[in-house]
């Protein structure tokens, strides 16, 4: 069957260029600037090339582009058909991270599976099946999706992820699932008065989490969230922290508040220093004085703050250029969806789009003070093979569906 | 465009996620631009702030000259052992892994300390003992000051040990294995090769923690220089600083160094060449000492050709090099003394009572006013009486002219014939010889002396002034006082026919380090009038001087000089508290040699026996000298260069 669309498709490209374009662009970027962020590091600076940074960086990319490459070389359709197992799958997955000794601890967070050689973050893969379970939920005849009981089956799917996620606990990440499932609910033609619905009610969670977060006494909080995220919070919203002290706080304990207020804020702080000195041309790669002398912290300056790095070094000019190449990038994937065969690959390409573009709107956002810091990581640019891997693959997908795509 | 176009025409939910995804990508760019473009300098400015400090270099200061050459003030190098801190941070997590562990094993051993400035002080004083002994001097941390200078300025160098001698500078360089992080810094230091040497003109420096801010830059770090307090170093303390230069030190997150760049050059200050006479200042330093042990007095030798000063002496004298690095108490209280006044310059800020050198100006007035012939026998009974008082003569009763009444210094006679010329014509001479006036001499320490007047009388005591009034003053006994560096410049308008000059002390500034360039600024003696006396009167009382000095009646005859023909006069006032002698005060005035005038010598003691006795012998020493350097056999002067 696959054999009689090749025919029919001869005419047309078999690739879509404007996506492989900016992704190997984007790749290219990632590998230059982790490796100036990191290159200085007494740390690394008697480790051999093979184990810098930078190359696991460029190993990941590697790995990402074979999963892509695998991703397209069965019929997404076929591969749908498997999509709920995946689902459970990663449930199971998310379930027994949060199982001390199984799931591993970093910085207050059970996100990691460790498999010895690496360790992997089963929401990160999450998202992917996420997508593919509820593309395929969503890709039913249109009448059916009229009917409540379709609708809060899909918002069920969407939920449970989120609430697990929630839990390990990784508010970002779980916030992403939101736009996700909204926008594909959309794209699936759900009746705009479910999604209105549905918008209200995640306009009411996120109001009711910033309530509890901001205006409740700590002990009444019935969303428990960690104190850093608590903290992240307050710096956002520009809280002062001595307005969360107890009454008979001494002043010395508000100094205290003050001095953590201001600590806790350094990171963006730094993140803003970083962005806003690299003017129109930037400092040049590997000329970041930020990072160097260690203003911008080591522990994020690869990673969640990598935008910070290039907007420094490469100035307006570079930050503008990531941004430029990440919107052809998404247009070219809502294009995709325009020419899908069917319901099920204009769902996809569009989950996966706006998946992408979630993440890049709240990793440059809190880059610039737009968002509020979460661990949400730069597609393609972060370090961290996981996210790599599972951008490269959505990507994969996205293509796979313009193969497979309705020629006229 | 062909996206947009094919979004068009599809359907409605694809255009609303197309047109979001736009709008939030939009507003990531604007963001982008307002804050890298638009307000880009406020995030450069703070990231200056955070990783550039400014700290001053301190410029060279300019050396204080003799006019011949000889440093008088000086710069050396001082070499200090300093340690960068950033070099031994891995010393400092070492200490406090160690500690670390130790508290586990036992947690009440630290009482609550926290560990990490008790570690740090630890690897620092590891090394500071280490480097104790390699330069064999006992070397001490002080706790407190380095946990000041951690927290308040970990990108600059703490400093182990200061000044090292040139001993210990071998040891150290010798050392083949120096701890980490250490190493020699040099700084200029001030020093005075000759020690207590015409320390009243050069004046002194001391240790200036915290400079005025400077209006070049602001600086992060102000580094302790030196500011000239009194003297030339005060009075030229600007021309010899030099501009300190102004380097950047990029430091990290933590405050440690990471590079510095020096964009500002430090100016070295400029040299000072002084109008004294090195060899004539030692020969007036020793010939005043040499009077009694702990002799209280001033010499001023002047060139009265042009009011340069040769030689400037106070005594009792102190050593500019006392005051850096800092005044040990004993020191201060020597300094402090009430009676002795070391710092005290009583050459140019003594006002005392003139006594009979006052006399060469009734003398002045009198010749020219006509009231004094000097050929005129005038009958001295040995007393005179002015009003309802008898003032007694110490020159015994006779017949006197002028030149007699001059070298016996008679009082009746100068009274009765100053009396005569009046009260006016005494103080307008006084007062066009700078009499109760400031010369300017730039040493940051002068008295303008006092010149009593009629008005100053009724406006102080309220009382008119008597005949009385003008007596005592013809004797230069009551409220007038003069200093010696006055007395100079009225001896030097007799010896020149009448002109006032304005001391000079300063001869040239020129520049650091540019030995061939022509001197930056010349300063011509300053002419601050000329006499409006009779011109025969100034040959007259050379005569009557010369004769004080030549005659064997003479009272100056104590400073009577082979090969040189001396013109002086001797003065012995009386000092007087609470209408009781204490002391007198003793001067001699002189110039020489008679035919052509190019030494003015002035001494004055406190305290002496007379005029005569007293000072008349210390001018001839320096007479003697004066003859011996300028026909050359006097042996070149070295510096003492005592280090410590």
């Known amino acids: 069957m696959s054999a009689a669309h090749r025919n029919i498709n001869e005419r047309e490209p078999r690739l879509e260029w404007k996506i492989i374009f900016p992704v190997f662009a984007l790749m290219v970027i990632g590998a230059i600037f982790i490796y100036s962020a990191t290159s200085n590091r007494e740390a690394l600076s008697n480790v051999p090339w093979y184990r810098q940074i930078y190359f696991q960086q460029v190993v990941w990319y590697i790995f990402g582009l074979t999963a892509a490459t695998a991703a397209c070389a069965f019929d997404y359709r076929s591969m749908s058909r498997w999509s709920l197992l995946f689902y459970w799958l990663m449930i199971l997955l998310l379930l027994l991270v949060l199982i001390p000794g199984i799931g ?90 479910f999604l209105r619905r549905l918008v209200t009610v995640a306009a009411l969670l996120v109001a009711l989490i910033l309530a509890d977060v901001l205006f409740l006494p700590q002990d009444w909080q019935f969303i428990k969230l960690e104190d850093y995220q608590r903290r992240r919070l307050l710096v956002y ?136 810091v979460t661990g949400i990581p730069l597609p393609l640019l972060s370090y961290g093979g996981s996210s790599v891997i ?4 959505a990507l994969g997908i996205i293509q796979n569906v313009y193969i497979y795509r309705k020629t006229y | 465009m062909l996206i947009f176009d094919q979004l068009k025409k599809s359907d409605r939910p694809l255009r609303i996620l197309s047109g979001i995804i736009l709008l939030c990508m939009v507003l990531l760019a604007a963001l982008l631009w307002y804050i890298q473009i638009a307000t880009s300098k406020k995030y450069v400015k703070s990231l200056q702030i955070q990783s550039y400090r400014t700290v001053p270099v301190a410029s060279i200061r300019g050396k204080i000259l003799d006019k011949n050459g000889t440093p008088l003030a000086d710069s050396r190098p001082s070499y200090n052992i300093v340690l960068t801190l950033e070099d031994i941070r891995e010393s400092f997590h070492e200490q406090y892994r160690r500690l670390r562990s130790l508290k586990r094993r036992n947690a009440d051993a630290f009482n609550g300390e926290s560990l990490g400035p008790l570690a740090r002080y630890l690897a620092v004083s590891n090394i500071v003992s280490e480097l104790s002994g390699i330069i064999q001097r006992p070397l001490t941390l002080d706790r407190e000051e380095f946990h000041r200078h951690y927290t308040q300025k970990p990108a600059l160098p703490v400093t182990l040990a200061e000044d090292l001698s040139f001993k210990e500078l071998a040891l150290f360089k010798e050392y083949p294995q120096k701890p980490a992080g250490v190493s020699l810094q040099i700084q200029p230091m001030r020093v005075y090769p000759f020690n207590a040497f015409a320390a009243h003109s050069i ?51 933590l405050g440690y160094r990471q590079s510095e760049s020096t964009w500002m050059e430090s100016i070295p200050g400029k040299n000072i060449y002084l109008t004294i006479d090195a060899r004539i200042q030692k020969t007036a330093e020793e010939a005043l000492a040499s009077v009694a042990g702990n002799i ?21 004298e102190f ?26 310059n009583r050459a140019t800020a003594g006002a005392y009572a003139p006594g009979s050198i006052y006399k060469i100006i009734v003398s002045l007035a009198g010749l020219d006013s006509g009231a004094i012939d000097p050929d005129e026998n005038f009958e001295n009974p040995g007393f005179i009486r002015v009003g309802r008082r008898t003032i007694s003569d110490t020159a015994p009763p006779g017949i006197y002219d002028f030149r007699r009444a001059f070298k016996l210094s008679s009082n009746t006679y100068f009274i009765h014939f100053g009396l005569e010329t009046g009260l ?96 930056a600024e010349l300063k011509p003696g300053e002419l601050r009038g000329t006499l409006d006396v009779n011109p025969g009167a100034y040959s007259i009382i050379r005569r009557a001087m010369l004769a004080d000095v030549e005659d064997s009646d003479g009272t100056g005859r104590h400073a009577a000089v082979d090969g040189m023909r001396i013109c002086g006069k001797t003065g012995t006032a009386q000092v007087k508290r609470g209408g009781r002698l204490v002391r007198y005060d003793t001067w001699f005035v002189s110039f020489a040699p008679l035919e052509s005038p190019r030494y003015v010598v002035v001494v004055l003691v406190e305290g002496g026996a007379s005029g005569g006795t007293t000072c008349a012998p210390v001018a001839g020493r320096i007479y003697e000298e004066i003859l011996k350097i300028e026909s050359g056999t006097q042996a070149p002067i070295e510096p003492y260069y005592v280090r410590k």
């Open chain 2, 296 to 316: 209280k007095g001033a010499v001023v030798v002047m060139d009265p050709r042009n009011g340069d000063l040769l030689a400037v002496v106070s005594m009792p």
């Open chain 1, 237 to 372: 919203f520009g809280c002062d922290y001595t307005n969360y002290a107890p009454p008979d706080a001494t002043e010395q304990e508000l100094r205290r508040l003050r001095r953590r207020q201001f600590d806790d804020s350094y990171n963006i702080r730094q993140a803003l220093i970083s962005v806003g000195s690299g003017g129109f041309a930037g400092k040049g790669i590997g000329h970041g004085t930020q990072n160097a002398l260690g203003f911008l912290p080591r522990g994020v300056s690869h990673n969640d703050f990598i935008f910070s790095v290039i907007a420094e070094e490469s100035g307006f000019a570079g930050s503008m250029t990531v941004i430029v190449l990440y919107t052809v990038l998404f247009f070219s994937g809502l294009k995709i969806s325009l020419q899908a065969r069917d319901r099920l690959g204009r769902l996809l390409a569009v989950g996966f789009i706006v998946m992408l573009f979630s993440h890049v709107f709240v990793n440059i956002g809190m880059n610039i003070r737009l968002m509020p």
């Open chain 2, 319 to 344: 050593d500019p090099g006392i005051f850096t690095p800092t005044l040990s108490s004993k020191e201060w209280e020597e300094l402090n003394d009430p009676d002795r006044r070391p710092a005290f």
């Open chain 2, 424 to 519: 006016d014509k005494l103080i307008e001479i006084s007062s066009q010889l700078l009499l109760g006036r400031r010369t300017g001499i730039p040493v940051m320490q002068e008295s303008s002396g006092n010149l009593p007047t009629p008005k100053w009388k009724n406006n102080t005591y309220g009382l008119p002034w008597t005949n009385g009034d003008t007596a005592n003053l013809c004797i230069g006994q009551g409220p007038i006082t003069v200093t010696p560096l006055q007395m100079a410049v009225m001896t030097s308008a007799i010896a020149n026919g009448g002109k006032v000059f304005a001391p000079r002390i300063v001869q040239r500034v020129s520049k650091q380090g540019f030995p061939s360039q022509p001197p």
């Open chain 2, 203 to 253: 004046g002194y420096v001391r240790v200036q923690k915290n400079p005025e801010p400077s209006d070049l830059t602001d600086f992060n770090y102000a580094l302790t220089e030196l500011r000239g307090v009194s003297g030339i170093e005060g009075a030229f303390n600007d021309v010899l600083h030099g501009r300190p230069g102004a380097k950047s030190i990029l430091v990290n997150n």
């Open chain 1, 104 to 193: 591993s601890a970093r910085y207050g967070a059970r996100r990691w599976i460790d498999l010895g050689l690496f360790q992997f973050q089963p929401s990160e893969f999450a998202k992917i099946a996420f997508v593919f379970a509820l593309a395929h939920f969503l890709s039913k005849p249109k009448n059916e999706l009229v009917t409540p009981r379709i609708f809060w089956k899909g918002m069920g799917l969407i939920i449970l992820p989120f609430i697990l996620i929630m839990a390990e606990p990784d508010l970002g990440s779980a916030l992403v699932y939101l736009p996700v499932g909204l926008a594909m609910m959309l794209a699936a033609g759900v009746p705009v008065r």
């Open chain 1, 390 to 393: 599972c951008s490269l693959l």
